[in-house]
């Protein structure tokens, strides 16, 4: 079963960065575009940035653009989330999941599957 564990989420201060890893194990991620997404108290499910199977294409959110760099390496099942210039409005669970390359990350965020818990990313001073 397809199925994701995120980590890496902590207390930052403003300014800060960090690196989220999205992992699975048990099959290969080659044929799955790997998206991340965020949600805070209150407000909708965003989705903030993809990557193609391949990693050959990336999208990202203007919310996060310029800050935020997704990535992934197939051969150990893990996709990444470098962010930098971290701010409050940033304070959020973040969620990874995955979907065919057939549809890539075009696909709405209810055609995604594999949730993991999601990792909890704080911004404060």
């Known amino acids: 079963q397809l199925q994701f564990v995120e980590s890496g989420g902590a207390l930052v201060q403003p300014g800060g960065s960090l690196r989220l890893s999205c992992a699975t194990s048990?099959?290969?991620?080659?044929?799955?575009?790997i998206g991340w997404f965020r949600q805070a108290p209150g407000k909708e499910r965003e989705r903030i940035s993809c990557?193609?199977?391949?990693?050959?294409?990336?999208t990202y959110a203007d919310s996060v653009k310029g800050r935020f760099t997704i990535s992934r390496d197939n051969a150990k099942n893990t996709a990444y989330l470098q962010m930098n210039s971290l701010q409050p409005e940033d304070t959020a669970v973040y969620y990874c999941?995955?979907?065919?390359?057939?549809?890539?990350?075009?696909?709405?965020?209810?055609?995604?599957?594999?949730w993991g818990q999601g990792t909890q990313v704080t911004v404060s001073s």
């Open positions: 990557i193609s199977s391949s990693g050959g294409s990336t």
């Open positions: 048990g099959f290969t991620l080659n044929y799955y575009s």
């Open positions: 999941a995955g979907v065919s390359m057939v549809i890539g990350c075009r696909a709405r965020v209810t055609q995604f599957n594999g």
